[in-house]
């Protein structure tokens, strides 16, 4: 069989499964990183995935107001002042209330952990993003024709 034909059976990756995939990773890396015992465990794998997935509404929902903030300022016609200002209120409020659930959502994780184990899940989730990061522009890097990386800009 062709390699094209191998590819086309192949699941594709959406953003979402690699999400999901990834945050199991995470589940996996904490128990060693923050030193969780089974018990504490337990805990932090509902509360850690409530984090997460707080943390992905917000985004989701914040990426839809930018969007629309976007489509209103490159458009021909011109949005009066009061719809701007309103559009920019929504984001204001919804960036107030996100702070607010995700830092709720963090508390929640961290009522679990001592001290020590919540400086070290701040160390792991800035690791984590630096990680994805890192994926994320390998998997860009691999997509291009040659698999090269682009110059620095």
């Given amino acids: 069989m062709s390699g094209e034909a191998d590819a086309a059976r192949e699941p594709r990756r959406v953003p979402a499964d690699l999400a999901r995939l990834f945050d ?4 996996v890396e904490a128990q060693e990183a923050l030193g969780l015992d089974e018990a504490q465990y337990a805990q932090f794998v509902g509360r850690y995935r409530a984090l997460l997935e707080t943390r992905r509404q917000h985004n989701v929902a914040r990426l839809r107001l930018v969007q629309e903030l976007n489509r209103l300022t ?8 009061e719809v701007l200002g309103a559009r920019l209120k929504a984001l204001d409020d919804h960036d107030l209330q ?31 993003e630096r990680k ?21 800009a």
């Fill in 98 to 128: 996100a702070a607010q659930a995700n830092a709720s959502a963090r508390a929640q994780v961290e009522d679990i952990l001592s001290l020590r184990q919540r400086a070290r899940f701040r160390v792991f989730e800035t690791e984590l």
């Fill in 24 to 27: 199991a990773y995470a589940l």
């Fill in 74 to 81: 490159r458009g021909t016609r011109v949005p009066t002042d």
């Fill in 132 to 152: 994805k990061f890192e994926l994320m522009g390998r998997a860009r890097d691999a997509a291009r024709p040659g698999g090269r990386r682009s110059p620095p």
